[in-house]
């Protein structure tokens, strides 16, 4: 069903104010997976226009995309889409920061602690001393990462299980917002074994601090790199300070497509959103300056690896991890991160008189406002 963007507009304005507990009809749901499919159509189309303009882009084997060195791509990420993928290390249940694109936003006094002196790596509680029996028992993933919320709130409880994963010759990465880290922490990190970081320059709208802390970061730990959700205000921030930035000799920088979740979704409100596949919702401009910011680092030839770490990538990161767990043949877990679909959402692009879907029909019988039986 190809259905028209002026059709698809009325049926969402309609399912936008029906009561949350109400179900939609099988013919409902026909339409409303037509308008996604439709809407996601244009934006592909447009983004392989904009892909088309990068003479350098580079595949992994066809599960994501970058530019430039590829000895510098994040290793973290090569674990995440060819490895057994990335188990997530938990501790921190506190951040020094609010920021807008956070998964967690509005909710950061109520995360639950891990527990005291307790770390959660597959969903299970540990304490260090349980660690040896893990690796005793467990086939040893590619990669690991630290992550929830800001490890430098605590940064002196991570040297110690890092040293025990560092023996067992497991790559590990951490994420942070680099405000809070120091030469003393960074160099303490690389002393026990951490091999990649991450700052999420976004997060300090590109703070000169972060940046200084990024350089000093390339002195102790080995591959250094930037990991932010990619919005206008850090396209803009980056563009203002790229010098200073590609001045700190960092190994890559991984454009993430911000998509949205019931916590941070009403800070974009109003803007051109699409869904990927059924499942993550983001705005469309996301990818798209991230495609425009790779084409700018492949002209200018930057001496580091810029990764699009699309939706797609995320579909194909579950789908590897998936596989390696042995799961069945298609089997995963992506999926919307909404319990019900925030049909108002899309309203502004189907709104838009910019945007145009690629083909159009009209409805078919019994699939026209007013026409549909209940």
């Not at 467990?138 to 690991?144: A, F, L, R, S, V």
């Not at 709130?153 to 299980?161: A, D, L, N, V, W």
């Not at 990190?189 to 951490?194: F, I, K, M, T, W």
Request: with cysteine.
């Amino acid at each position: 069903m190809k259905i028209s963007k002026k059709d698809a507009l009325k049926w969402f304005e309609f399912f936008a104010i029906l009561p949350e507990d109400e179900q939609v009809m099988i013919k409902q749901q026909e339409i409303i997976y037509a308008t996604f499919a439709q809407i996601e159509a244009a934006i592909d189309h447009r983004n392989n226009e904009l892909m088309s303009e990068i003479k350098g882009l580079k595949t992994v084997e066809n599960r994501t995309f970058f530019v430039g060195n590829e000895s510098k791509f994040a290793k973290g990420c090569r674990s995440c889409l060819l490895g057994t993928g990335l188990s997530a290390i938990r501790k921190t249940n506190k951040c020094n920061l609010n920021c807008k694109f956070c998964y967690n936003y509005g909710e950061l006094d109520d995360i639950a602690p891990i527990g005291e002196g307790m770390w959660e790596i597959g969903g299970t509680k540990f304490y260090e001393k349980d660690i040896d029996l893990l690796l005793s028992i467990h086939n040893k993933p590619t990669g690991i990462s630290y992550v929830y919320l800001e490890p430098f709130m605590e940064i002196e409880k991570y040297y110690s299980i890092m040293k025990k994963f560092s023996e067992a010759g497991i790559h590990q990465h951490l994420y942070t917002n680099g405000t809070l880290a120091t030469e003393e922490t960074l160099k303490a990190l690389g002393e026990a074994g951490l091999d990649e970081i991450r700052f999420n320059l976004g997060a300090s709208n590109c703070s000169d601090r972060v940046i200084e802390n990024i350089k000093i970061a390339k002195k102790y730990i080995k591959n250094v790199g930037i990991e932010t959700p990619m919005t206008p205000e850090l396209f803009k921030g980056f563009f203002e300070k790229k010098e200073a930035i590609l001045a700190t000799n960092l190994d890559f920088i991984n454009c993430a497509e911000l998509h949205l979740n019931e916590n941070n979704i009403g800070n974009y409100a109003g803007e051109n959103m699409y869904i990927a596949r059924q499942g993550y919702i983001s705005p469309i401009w996301s990818r798209e300056l991230t495609l425009k910011f790779m084409k700018i680092a492949d002209e200018e030839n930057w001496d580091l690896a810029v990764h699009d770490c699309s939706n797609h990538t995320k579909f194909a990161r579950n789908l590897n991890l998936s596989a390696k767990e042995g799961k069945w043949f298609g089997a995963g877990d992506y999926g919307c991160e909404f319990s019900r679909i925030p049909y108002e959402a899309f309203l502004p692009i189907l709104r838009d008189d910019n945007f145009e879907f690629l083909t159009e029909e009209e409805l078919p019988d019994g699939y026209k406002p007013g026409e549909m039986l209940f």
